[in-house]
DNA sequence: AATGAATGAGGGTTCATTCAT
DNA sequence: CATGAATGAACCCTCATTCAT
């Protein structure tokens, strides 16, 4: 049992009820994480919270849905990283975009376990409706908020670019290097993976992000 | 039943042994794209290659085994096309480097169904080494080449970037791009995938794909 | 909620022991005749009686406990009505016969919710002794009584037919119709298979029961 | 395990895909007849057919299928003996009227193990429209042959009696009967139930029933 | 080589019961 | 007294695998 399991064993039999769905939701993340999506059951998760089977369907109505609001936590979890990345980095598109994209390479949200709970997820989104909306309904959010500022760049520094295509595009580089590092740690590591986006930055506009 | 099933069962009777197995693993494709690998059963893959229930057992030794051979055909199958896209584009680095970032949009291969597959596989790979054994194994290869070419425009336009970066952020925006393809169809189409990438190439390459 | 729990509610603070357990088995009552005995849970009791789940266990030991004091309490509410009407009937074993013969088919008794109650305990008697014994010794009580009563009759006139006979054919008939009243309402009303058994007692003691 | 099951348990791998269910139907019977049908889980009656837990659902789809086609089961042979004693009856409505009585209180028939059957099934028919429709059906069409040979009677006889209310209070009368057998078998046997409704047919039809 | 009935371990889920509050 | 979150045994059902044919 991990360290987080044992600490969870130290529980009252009054926690808030949403307290106790974070528990669980945070227990099936690390089971995604260590065994797959396919290999985690209802007695694992209950286990690695510290907890007995029948909790999961008393919190949650199925396994199922206890899925979704693990997704949903994922999802959700990130995108407070990234508005907190975007509102912190002052008012330039450029540093803007520069933050949004270190997030993705952040230590603390780009490691191995996560990434594997995310392409768990999208692993079953084609047969998943639910998942595939809030996976969508994600990306859609973030394409719009990166196209905006891509169009403030482009706007500044008169680039022949299409505002659209390089945020699209930035978006699908920055997701595509996940899979590399959750398929091959040993060729690339976090820092190298946002050096690669960075270049791609560069490569496009140039005079906002010159080269160190 | 499907009409690949139907015509699956027209030849049963004098398929050779390797041609059963490919006449399984086919079914086990379309399970995969149809349903999902989490809802893909023996069963299931039998009755979509018009066989019976225990004949999966019979050519390969379990389920495992019969996935890892799926996905060692999807493997190959896409890197044939690869190589062959490769070799028939003349010799120009330039000419290459877009027939095989022509290869990841085709018709024939982008599509929500086989994306769905790659994605199955992917889900899982953290879980199963062999899985993201295959997958690494062919993500190398393809950075190497790509890298190569990468490297020979570089030298051919004497531009200021890493052949190593430049190929690694092509592929992962193709995987990524996949991705979008796959969460959200309605908002971007194969061909617009392909104009992203073509619009990164451009922006890094730019004497070597004006744009048009 | 149904009404009956709404004002259960209500009463719920200030009820004393036997009065919280007689809500319990109300509660019962209306949830077997609602979904069945198989479907009646703990849980489904206490929210009809507007309670919380682990009071049935403090007011009785366990789920069976509460059935038994259920079935007892059906059975002897009926025996009230049945002993009110035989001695509300005048002094004439004939008037007594027509009295409790009417108590089956009252407007007040006879419904198919609560048929539903009685079918469902003799439909677990065999496997559950002590419903048998429980419903076994109000057969006999009534078929005592009844055979009394057409015992009278037979004497004053003078008819060739046994007493025991006649009672045990007419209580088991008016539990084979309620079975009808059960299985085919739409064949049969209260009214018709009192009409029913009245026919039974013209045929076998024409002089006292005249036709109208 | 009983007699029967240890019977089966001399099985072979290709029993018809009927027999199978025959016998799994039959191991239904006997454990509601044992445990009754709420105790009844598909484990104890795969056990008492000698085979594995998951054959049930191989043969039928769900448990409450199971179930349905037992009772159907029943309701079809409890028919059989019903059509065959009409048939071998003679011409005469009375004759027919005897004989059909008669099963009702048959050796073979009128066991405490089959009563239980049937008053489970009735018991849950209130919940359960399949099993009341079922048994609906079953008691129409007897109700409408028994009417019709009470009509014959009564025709004959020119007995001032309703054909209607003859036949059905026959019917309930030996359904009434069965309940009596059921809860107090000390206290009657068959054959006393038997010449329990042969007395109300004597004193409704006394020319055609004479007493003995 | 091929079938498909049979197996049984293990999945998700329910629910009577317990117990800290 | 009363609550309701927590428990865990036992339910029904699925499915990879076996095996007699």
Redesign the interface.
């Known amino acids: 049992m991990s360290q987080a399991a044992t600490k969870a064993k130290v529980k009252s039999r009054t926690a808030s009820k949403q307290a106790r769905k974070t528990q669980l939701i945070k227990a099936t993340i690390r089971s995604i994480?260590?065994?797959?999506?396919?290999?985690t059951t209802m007695a694992i998760v209950a286990k690695e919270a510290g907890l007995s089977q029948g909790i999961i369907n008393l919190h949650f109505q199925s396994k199922e849905k206890l899925l979704e609001e693990t997704l949903r936590f994922v999802v959700d979890e990130y995108r407070n990283a990234w508005y907190k990345a975007l509102e912190s980095s002052g008012s330039s598109a450029a540093n803007k975009l520069l933050a949004v994209t270190g997030v993705y390479f952040d230590k603390r949200i780009c490691q191995?376990n996560k990434?594997?709970v995310w392409?768990?997820?999208?692993?079953?989104?084609?047969?998943?409706p639910t998942y595939?909306k809030i996976?969508?309904e994600r990306?859609?959010e973030y394409k719009h908020v990166l196209a905006g500022l891509c169009g403030e760049i482009i706007a500044e520094g008169k680039y022949?670019?299409?505002a659209d295509?390089?945020a699209?595009?930035l978006?699908?580089?920055?997701?595509?290097?996940w899979?590399?590092l959750?398929?091959?740690p040993v060729?690339?590591t976090a820092g190298q993976?946002e050096?690669?986006?960075l270049?791609?930055l560069r490569?496009?506009f140039p005079g906002h992000f010159p080269?160190n």
Do not use: Q
Request: proline share 0%; charged share 20%; aromatic share 10%.
């Open positions: 994480a260590k065994h797959g999506l396919s290999v191995r990434l594997a392409f768990a997820f999208w692993g079953e989104s084609r047969s998943r595939r996976c969508a990306d859609r022949d670019a299409c295509f390089a699209f595009g978006l699908a580089m920055c997701e595509g290097l899979l590399d959750l398929l091959t060729d690339m993976a050096a690669v986006s270049a791609y490569g496009i080269a």
